[in-house]
T-cell receptor
Framework: AQSVTQPDIHITVSEGASLELRCNYS??????LFWYVQSPGQGLQLLLK??????LVQGIKGFEAEFKRSQSSFNLRKPSVHWSDAAEYFC????????????FGAGTQVVVTP | EAQVTQNPRYLITVTGKKLTVTCSQN?????MSWYRQDPGLGLRQIYY???????DKGDVPEGYKVSRKEKRNFPLILESPSPNQTSLYFC?????????????FGSGTRLTVV
């Protein structure tokens, strides 16, 4: 069965420290992948996407993610977090053979401490 | 401003009373979806639409109906709401299949069924 897993429900990080959020997927076909961010009381905003090509993708707000096919992973990173990065982050996966169905992970809540 | 507009933002209703959540986008997008968000479960797709009069079920369609009579509008209909449909609902639209270039999300509708 197709699935998207975000192993970390909750992460606490100090302001200025680096951040890495994990995303693993299980899909038979070639995936396309996203990271979205949801600030409290807001809708979801697209951070970055991978469809093909260079496996290291840059997004908005200083985020980047690396697609590793051999590990079925698409981890999100930021070198130095800001207090405004506190939010919930969602990984999402779709495939070209079931393009209508974009599946989301359960989310990772990020707390930033001073 | 390019946006997806949902109404209402908040709704409290009683079991069995039919309701409609409206969704409208001004980007001339062909592809639209409805998701529900529940704690610990992330976003789950209810229905999606590839164009006018073309819709298909997502992962959790039971108890919901949709229609796409116009390109810009994609209302979500709950014919007989039940308490297990208490959730945060998001409408999203995209110019490419399955949101493959990223979905634009509405601000959400928080529905409580008592």
């Amino acid at each position: 069965a197709q699935s998207v897993t975000q192993p970390d429900i909750h992460i606490t990080v100090s302001e200025g420290a680096s951040l890495e959020l994990r995303c693993n997927y299980s899909y038979g076909a070639t995936p396309y992948l996203f990271w979205y961010v949801q600030s409290p009381g807001q809708g979801l905003q697209l951070l970055l996407k991978y469809f093909s090509g260079d496996t290291l993708v840059q997004g908005i707000k200083g985020f980047e993610a690396e697609f590793k096919r051999s590990q079925s992973s698409f981890n999100l990173r930021k070198p130095s977090v800001h207090w405004s990065d506190a939010a919930e982050y969602f990984c999402a996966v779709g495939t070209t053979d079931s393009w209508g169905k974009l599946q989301f992970g359960a989310g990772t809540q990020v707390v930033v401490t001073p | 401003e390019a946006q997806v507009t949902q109404n209402p933002r908040y709704l409290i209703t009683v079991t069995g009373k039919k309701l409609t959540v409206t969704c409208s986008q001004n980007m001339n997008h062909e592809y639209m979806s409805w998701y529900r968000q529940d704690p610990g479960l992330g976003l789950r797709q209810i229905y999606y639409s590839m164009n006018v009069e073309v819709t298909d079920k997502g992962d959790v369609p039971e108890g919901y109906k949709v229609s796409r009579k116009e390109k810009r509008n994609f209302p979500l209909i709950l014919e007989s709401p039940s308490p297990n449909q208490t959730s945060l609902y998001f409408c999203a639209s995209s110019s490419k299949p399955g949101g493959s270039n990223g979905y634009t999300f509405g601000s959400g509708t928080r529905l409580t069924v008592v």
